[in-house]
């Protein structure tokens, strides 16, 4: 391990952790609400797109914990960086198609945006400084992990709570 991961590993663990039980947690609401969510044409984009970027933040935390030199880290999280701009840019584009149809309020468009790009941005400026060698990239990565982990639990509540009203 290098020295930039020092201190680090407790931290990754547990984003696995925490990753790996939110995945869970909303394939069980998938499963539960599946009619609903397939009836809502807005709502499956939201699914796979919080599934996505929950699979790739357990994917890269493990990565983490891998003994390997910063460098490598830093083109694992060049790959999740880009794959969560596709799942985002793709739950999007279906999301504004869905909601001009279903003229949904403007919020809930912008909610879906943003919570979108919270993800995305961070995680593609850690990977960024982490290419250029500066270790304050895991510090970004560490922020849109955590982003990543309160918008999956917030897309839990809705996938589980808010379309059963």
């Not at 790739?56 to 701009?85: H, M, T």
């Not at 149809?101 to 879906?112: A, D, G, I, V, Y």
């Amino acid at each position: 391990m290098t020295a930039p991961f020092t201190g680090w590993i407790a931290f990754f663990g547990t984003i696995a952790g925490v990753a790996a039980s939110l995945t869970g947690l909303v394939m069980v609401a998938l499963s539960v609400n599946i009619r609903q969510i397939i009836e809502m044409s807005h709502l499956p984009a939201r699914a796979a797109s919080t599934i996505g970027a929950l699979v790739l933040i357990l994917l890269l935390a493990l990565c983490a914990e891998l003994p390997q030199p910063l460098a490598s880290f830093a083109i694992e999280a060049d790959v999740a960086a880009a794959l969560v701009w596709v799942f985002q840019l793709a739950s999007i584009r279906q999301t504004l198609i869905a909601h001009r149809r279903l003229s949904r309020p403007m919020r809930e468009r912008l909610f879906q945006a943003i919570s979108g790009y919270g993800q995305a941005v961070p995680l593609t400026l850690g990977a960024v400084l982490l290419n250029i060698g500066h270790p304050t990239g895991l510090y970004w990565l560490a922020f849109a992990m955590l982003a990543c982990l309160t918008i999956a639990v917030m897309n839990a509540w809705i996938l589980l709570v808010e379309i059963l009203r």
